[in-house]
């Protein structure tokens, strides 16, 4: 334990100002997280539900796993192998297979935790590496969604969520046509205003009748979130208000100059995982600088790359490849941020 | 590497002449295993290139059984000649000995690298009768569609690509519509959950054939057995 | 130059297993990592780039072995490399020859065995101041070893990633293959995963020997 | 932008299709000088300058190679020539700026097997690019391979303060980490390319 102390010696400028326990933090994070993973079952139904209870237990045995294989007091008692849990499921889209998103889990915690020594050591936001392994394996299921508020979503599940393991998932689009009225398109805001220049009303954002991973669809609960956590000094007001910065910095030049082309600022703001990455991800606080001016360049890095491979790139949405970027370079933020100590010589 | 020795250390002439000897031996050696292994290979190679053309040139020119080279050059079309300069163009002649069609590669940005196709034009029905892709490093199961999937491959059974009244270009844009909405004969359906490979091929068929097309057309005779 | 009198070692089986296992040129040396990464998506590329390899590693090693006492040491590297690059070009024309679509999917990595560290690395360690026959069956153990390392990986990404073996699938139509397996990612991942579990049997051995000799103290 | 314009070129061979992390050159520098941000640095600016240096002396070759038809001697000719080419510039580094020379030049031999600087002149030697396409290309090259590098180097000076197990210490945990960058850079791509 003695080394877990020099560690924390080493990174000046903490954080947090008050001294609070790893589990207190987690716990007021659960609260914050509750309201959303809330939303997202009445939205999507009992599917949400299992992916929820899947990732958070695959997660957690994991964690156990891994804690005897190398021999460690085990870890799940902190909270932060569920929040991981929740997180991931959060990010995935409604019917996802749970097999797949029990993979992704166990991949969160090993790739994202446990290679590099546990909590507090990781270099990526754990629940982001599972989803990017994911996303990366499996690049049809995780971009097949299906619509909010189906009737009879209480009493069954989307056929996809039940697949059995390592077989391809059911394709779900003539299920979804047997229960909407409107044809449903299958495309995310983001993908309509990719591919068709159709742009989603906001108010819709902010509520979440729209298709998009289980727990991003309403921005307005995930902000509240946020709110909340910040109020109680839980997390850094500076990532999530950046990140956003970074979008508007970005987003709002591109509108005034061609406004047929560039989607308006608030719609990058409300649409697809920027407001539950801004809250909820990017302000992982291992992988994330230590520098106050570093916070800024990383959040605005995050938000500004988001906007740029949503606009430029080949993917609808880069909020999580941006995350992980910015988790990647944050070392080197860090280190050139870092205020230099008179008479003594920079540290190896 | 060989100036390693001389600059570093003083060289006595017997040593300088033992360098030379072995780096010529070496050289010689190295030359004669190369140009062998070269000649040996050579017919071979440009057997096995010639077969994986034809291949490509028979799948999307329909009924074309031989083949003729030709080079879209500066002053039109031309036979091909090793010293020309231009872009390649293969005449697929079929049964009776006519003109089938003619193809010509084509390319563009897909998802994660270029795109690299073959194409065949029918210069009779002024339409485009099938692709072949070359290379390509498109996600599978996705993005790869556009090589295997019937559907997709079917939008090119005769795709309109008509040169225009003033001969600069299509008279109609190949353009890419949503799947499910194609309605007329110069348009392609995607291939739904890839959007960007299907406009890749949409795209680089376009641009091609507005650039190409005309020339064809203008140029047919070069391509046509003379009976 | 010769001059130094050379220590021949005898030639023994162990010759050539070393380079099988013990002197691994992938999983315990880290050599070559460029093609191990690169065209291990499938079992096939992975077997003939391992093949490849094999050949010009045992080819060049051959002829630096003979001409060993004739190559001054101050060219002798660029001796090897010339060595080494008329090979590769050999083998470059012999697999074009023999399938373009395996020449396609090689690319451009089949030229570049050429900058392979294993292949100078040996050159320069072993055939240079070694016999032909120690020469020939050392060079045979580390391509050997060269190849099982490819093939691990590569059998591995193609099971997982495309569902079949030597293109032949294997768990039929409904099988949903890891497309991660056969992206760059996948080949960074494998590689790690089998030297964690290498590294993990050897801290295991390493822990049961040091268990060992604190019981023999104690007794 | 067109799959043919110089900036489209940059762009991929730095980012989209990382030289490193996606196309698999130059690992071995990657994974044995990707351990402290000031050496990586230096490796990646060593790297850059040579991969331009090689890029040119390809192109030139090349177009020498088909004036007289002896295209078969072309790797011997490229690796030949660009070993020679880096001792050079090794020499002329150490004559006329002594301290770039201490700063880069420890990693001039180092650099002249790398597989990387071969792979430039192999691809756009196959890719058939002209003089100015063939120049981005390396430059893109070489800044992919730096930015790599710098971000390995970041990460696993950040590790040194870890717990890391025993079992995933040294190339595994490396591999691991190459491992996980690749996968975020997959987020890059299409970059560039007409998708509107």
Redesign the interface.
């Known amino acids: 334990m003695s080394?877990?102390r020099?560690?924390t010696d080493?990174?000046s400028s903490p954080h947090l100002k008050q001294m609070v326990s790893v589990p207190q933090i987690m716990r007021n994070v659960v609260y914050a997280l509750l309201p959303v993973c809330a939303w997202s079952v009445y939205a999507f139904g009992i599917s949400v539900l299992l992916l929820l209870i899947t990732t958070t237990l695959t997660c957690m045995l994991s964690e156990a796993l891994f804690c005897r294989l190398?021999g460690k007091a085990s870890s799940i008692s902190d909270g932060s192998i569920a929040i991981t849990g929740l997180l991931l499921a959060l990010t995935l889209p409604p019917g996802f297979p749970l097999w797949?998103a029990a993979v992704a889990a166990f991949v969160a915690v090993g790739?994202g935790k446990?290679?590099?020594?546990?909590l507090?050591?990781n270099?990526?936001n754990p629940a982001l590496?599972g989803r990017?392994?994911v996303?990366?394996?499996?690049?049809?299921?995780i971009?097949t969604w299906s619509p909010p508020f189906l009737p009879g979503r209480f009493s069954e599940v989307i056929p996809s969520t039940l697949?059995a393991p390592?077989?391809?998932?059911v394709p779900i689009g003539e299920w979804i046509e047997q229960r909407t009225v409107d044809g449903f398109s299958?495309a995310t805001p983001l993908a309509l205003q990719?591919?068709?220049q159709i742009i989603t009303p906001w108010p819709d954002l902010l509520t979440g009748t729209i298709a998009g991973s289980a727990g991003e669809t309403s921005a307005l609960i995930i902000l509240l979130g946020g709110i909340y956590l910040a109020v109680r000094r839980m997390l850094d007001w500076r990532l999530p208000v950046g990140v956003m910065l970074g979008a508007v910095i970005v987003s709002l030049p591109l509108w005034l100059l061609d406004a047929s082309?560039y989607p308006d600022p608030l719609f990058v703001l409300l649409s697809g995982g920027l407001m539950l990455g801004a809250v909820f991800m990017a302000t992982d606080m291992v992988a994330s600088p230590v520098t106050p001016l570093g916070v800024w360049i990383y959040a605005l890095f995050i938000g500004m790359l988001t906007v740029?491979?949503r606009l430029?790139?080949?993917?609808t949405e880069?909020v999580?490849?941006?995350i992980?970027?910015g988790?990647?370079?944050?070392?080197?933020i860090?280190?050139v941020t870092q205020p230099k100590i008179f008479g003594e010589g920079r540290k190896? | 590497m060989i100036q390693e020795g001389t600059a570093q250390s003083p060289v006595s002439p017997a040593l300088t002449r033992s360098m030379l000897r072995t780096l010529g031996l070496v050289a010689t050696l190295s030359g004669l295993l190369v140009v062998l292994s070269y000649r040996i290979t050579l017919p071979i190679i440009e057997e096995n290139k010639r077969l994986a053309i034809e291949r490509a040139l028979f799948k999307v020119i329909p009924g074309a059984i031989s083949r003729q080279d030709f080079m879209i050059t500066d002053r039109g079309i031309e036979l091909a000649q090793s010293d020309l300069q231009g872009t390649a163009l293969y005449a697929g002649y079929g049964q009776d000995g006519r003109l089938k069609g003619v193809a010509l590669e084509a390319a563009a940005a897909g998802y994660q690298d270029v795109i690299r196709i073959l194409y065949g034009y029918d210069p009779y029905c002024q339409c485009i009768r099938g692709i072949e892709v070359l290379k390509m490093a498109e996600t599978p199961g996705i993005g790869d569609k556009i090589a295997k999937d019937p559907v997709f491959q079917e939008n090119f059974t005769a795709l309109e690509a008509r040169a225009n009244a003033t001969g600069d270009g299509l008279e109609r844009a190949i353009v890419l519509v949503k799947q499910g909405e194609k309605s007329e004969a110069w348009q392609i359906d995607a291939i739904s959950g890839a959007t960007i490979s299907s406009k890749a091929i949409a795209r680089m068929l376009n641009d091609s054939a507005q650039r190409y097309v005309p020339l064809i057309q203008n140029n047919l005779a070069v391509m046509e057995p003379a009976s | 130059m010769p001059g130094r009198p050379e220590q021949h070692e005898p030639v023994t089986l162990d010759t050539f297993l070393r380079g099988l296992w013990e002197e691994n040129p992938v999983f315990v040396m880290l050599l070559g990592m460029c093609p191990v990464l690169a065209v291990t998506n499938s079992a096939i590329n992975a077997l003939a780039m391992g093949l490849a390899s094999t050949f010009v590693l045992v080819a060049s090693n051959s002829l630096v072995s003979l001409l060993r006492h004739y190559i001054p040491k101050q060219v002798r590297i660029a001796t090897y490399i010339i060595i080494i690059a008329t090979f590769v070009t050999m083998v470059d024309y012999a697999i074009q020859a023999i399938s373009l679509d395996l020449y396609n999917a090689l690319g451009a990595f089949i030229q570049l065995i050429v900058v392979n560290c294993m292949i100078l690395g040996r050159a320069e360690a072993y055939a240079s101041k070694q016999p032909l026959g120690a020469t020939v069956v050392n060079g045979l153990g580390i391509g050997a070893g060269f190849t099982l390392a490819l093939l691990s990986l590569g059998v591995v990404r193609e099971v997982l990633g495309s569902g079949s073996l030597f293109g032949v699938s294997l768990f039929g139509e409904n099988f949903q293959p890891w497309v991660v397996m056969i992206l760059p990612p996948g080949g960074f991942f494998v590689l790690g995963t089998w030297l964690l579990i290498f590294a993990a049997f050897r801290l295991r051995k390493q822990r049961r020997t040091e268990l060992g000799e604190v019981a023999q103290h104690e007794r | 932008m067109n799959a043919d314009s110089v900036t489209f070129i940059f762009l991929n061979a730095a980012i989209v299709n990382n030289f490193v992390l996606a196309m698999f050159l130059g690992i071995c520098p990657f994974l044995g000088v990707s351990a402290k941000r000031d050496t990586a640095l230096s490796m990646g600016l060593a790297v850059i300058f040579v991969m331009l240096v090689s890029s040119i002396c390809a192109y030139g070759i090349n177009w020498l190679l088909k004036l007289f038809e002896i295209e078969y001697l072309r790797l011997i000719c490229y690796i030949a020539v660009i070993a020679s080419a880096v001792q050079l510039v090794e020499m002329t580094m150490k004559k006329f700026s002594p301290a770039l020379f201490r700063a880069l030049g420890i990693f001039l031999p180092l650099i002249t097997t790398n597989c990387a600087i071969l792979g430039v002149a192999l691809f756009q030697t196959s890719r058939e690019y002209n003089f100015l396409q063939s120049l981005a290309f390396s430059l893109g090259a070489g800044v992919g391979f730096t930015i790599a590098l710098m971000l390995m180097a970041g990460l696993r000076q950040h590790l040194e303060l870890a717990k890391v197990p025993n079992v995933s210490q040294g190339a595994a945990l490396t591999l691991m980490l190459a491992g996980l960058l690749s996968l975020a850079f997959m987020g890059f791509a299409g970059l560039g390319a007409q998708h509107g």
């Not at chain 1, 446990?114 to 546990?118: Q, R, S, V």
């Not at chain 1, 390592?166 to 998932?169: A, D, L």
């Open positions: 080394e877990l020099i560690t080493l990174r190398s797949m790739l446990a290679l590099f020594g546990g507090g050591y270099v990526m590496v990017a392994f996303q990366a394996a499996f690049p049809v299921a971009t697949t390592f077989m391809k998932p299958g990719k591919f068709e082309r740029v491979i430029f790139g080949g993917l880069g999580m490849y941006a992980l970027l988790n990647a370079i944050s070392p080197l860090s280190l190896p």
